[in-house]
């Protein structure tokens, strides 16, 4: 059972990066899955999720407009495409799953998720 997170990397600000989060051993679309990110020195911040049963999704105001979340069940993966990228931007981005579904801003909460991928680190420079 494991969750592997990648596509992080280095970017001017106002460019774009595609993350991935892909599960083994498990199938995405029972569980609620959310990215989060974590910034030197700041607390972890619920940036985007998705209802693994319906799609519904949500965003934090700090990303709305310009990230999307979206799933492929055939390949088990969650992507987040990050779009206009800025330097507040900056950090290691994580993905997890929280059994059952949830939406709406209860899905930002991290207490909800108990599997977690390792992270990908992502640096917008100005």
């Known amino acids: 059972v494991q969750l592997q997170a990648s596509g992080g990397g280095t970017v001017q600000s106002g460019g774009s990066l595609r993350l991935s989060c892909a599960a083994s051993?498990?199938?995405?679309?029972?569980?609620?899955i959310g990215w989060f990110r974590q910034a030197p020195g700041e607390e972890r911040e619920g940036v985007s999720c998705?209802?693994?049963?319906?799609?519904?999704?949500y965003y934090s105001d700090s990303v709305k407009g310009r990230h999307t979340i979206s799933g492929d069940s055939a390949k088990n993966t969650v992507y987040l495409q990050m779009n206009n990228l800025k330097p507040e931007d900056t950090a290691v981005y994580s993905c997890?799953?929280?059994?059952?579904?949830?939406?709406?801003?209860?899905?930002?909460?991290?207490?909800?998720?108990?599997?977690w991928g390792q992270g990908t680190l992502v640096t917008v420079s100005s």
């Open positions: 997890a799953t929280a059994p059952g579904y949830y939406s709406g801003h209860y899905c930002l909460m991290g207490s909800l998720y108990d599997k």
């Open positions: 051993g498990f199938t995405l679309d029972i569980y609620t």
């Open positions: 998705i209802n693994g049963r319906d799609g519904t999704t």
